[in-house]
């Protein structure tokens, strides 16, 4: 059911979005392994409940921020303990009556709002307590820190893929990563969300963590195969990328030193790469002053964002992936494409020009070799 008691600003602020059934299935699809017949199952931030079902637990706890949600829960799950309360507030298996000794499960849509994210920007706002262990600028984040605070025994929550993928992310998450080791992922665009698709889509992970005191590493997470439905996963050791070979964002003294400079644009990611430019004529505290060693190079990102069609959703977190041996066979497509695009480079490469039918033709080589299964 949607949040639909909520206006637009308090739904994106509490993060509450309607979870669609399939995809509450398919999360007691994967917790189904692990249930037992003494066990909590508690959803934090349960909005109407939709993930508070009887599976066989002797206790069943729903909480909420939301006073309204809680009031549409209470009528549509019978058996569930009720709490209105804020989950990162205070966080203690005490403040819910869980018994220290009960294998504890949490399941659910916790919310996600990075406050440093430029989407929404304008009406983002905390303006409730958290626990000083927890806070963090992404409330997502802190519920995930919530949930070691609880001790849980296994954890099945969605959240965006870029907790995981993102190694600044990952280091923001060292008190539960030291703790929990991921064992399922599947892969859903933000799409599947239909109150929050207003923008590029980005990846989310239905994930599924066991607790273990091995913890997890960032290589571990670079190597984990993430699933996704109908294809053979997806896992960011597959592939190479631009960040070991150009400057992503401007340094410390990014000024230009002489009156042919070259400028490009900040890179964060493939989705900011879909919104903003590429090369620049003009210097700004957003752009990086090129080293024209690497001009080649930015070449590359400058075709690459024109051929991002062919990528689906779930690169949308990842940085520009290349293939440096390929690439430097098919060089002078990407520099001629460039060129064409960007006049005003011409006279910064040392290449006779290509004709566009053939530029095309190896353009389309080299991404269909790069992407393989991937590719759309």
């Known amino acids: ?21 399939e995809i509450v299935g398919t999360a007691w699809e994967m917790i189904a392994p692990y249930l037992r017949s003494q066990m909590t199952v508690i959803d934090s931030a349960c909005g109407y409940g939709d993930f508070l079902k009887d599976r066989g637990q002797a206790i069943t706890i729903g909480c909420d921020i939301d006073e309204t949600a809680i009031e549409v829960a209470q009528k549509h ?11 990162l507030c205070d966080v203690s298996r ?99 969300f239909p109150e929050s698709a207003k923008h590029t889509p980005f990846p989310i992970v239905l994930a599924l963590y066991e607790r273990d005191t091995q913890g997890m590493t960032y290589d571990f997470i670079r190597s984990f195969r993430f699933r996704i439905d109908g294809k053979n996963g997806f896992c960011l050791s597959d592939f190479d990328y631009i960040a070991g070979y150009v400057d992503k964002y401007p340094k410390k003294k990014n000024r230009p030193t002489y009156h042919d400079s070259l400028f490009f644009w900040t890179m964060r990611d493939i989705n900011a790469l879909k919104r903003n430019r590429t090369f620049v004529e003009n210097y700004s505290t957003n752009t990086i002053v090129i080293d024209k ?44 494409d460039t060129v064409r695009h960007h006049p005003f480079l011409k006279k910064h490469f040392q290449i006779g020009p290509i004709a566009e039918q053939q530029t095309d033709s190896e353009l389309d080589t080299y991404f269909k070799l790069l992407f393989r299964e991937h590719h759309l």
């Open 1 to 21: 059911m949607s949040q639909a008691h909520l206006a637009y600003e308090s739904r994106v602020n509490l993060g509450s979005y309607y979870t669609p059934p």
């Open 77 to 87: 799950n019978d058996g569930v303990r009720f709490f209105q309360t804020n989950a």
């Open 94 to 192: 005490a403040k819910f009556g869980i018994p220290e000794e009960s294998y504890l499960i949490v399941v659910g849509n916790p919310p996600y709002n990075d406050k440093t994210s430029l989407i929404r920007q304008s009406i983002k706002r905390v303006d409730f307590e958290i626990d000083d262990d927890l806070a963090c600028r992404d409330l997502g984040i802190s519920f995930l820190r919530s949930y070691d605070k609880l001790g849980a025994d296994l954890v099945c929550v969605l959240h965006p893929l870029s907790y995981l993928i993102k190694s600044t992310n990952f280091r923001l998450l060292k008190e539960f990563t030291a703790n929990y080791r991921l064992i399922d992922g599947l892969l859903i665009s933000s799409w599947e």
């Open 293 to 336: 060693q690497k001009l080649d190079y930015y070449a590359y990102i400058d075709v690459f964002k024109r051929n991002l069609h062919r990528l689906p959703f779930y690169f949308g977190n990842c940085d520009v992936l290349i293939d440096d041996d390929l690439f430097k066979q098919y060089k002078s497509a990407f520099i001629s």
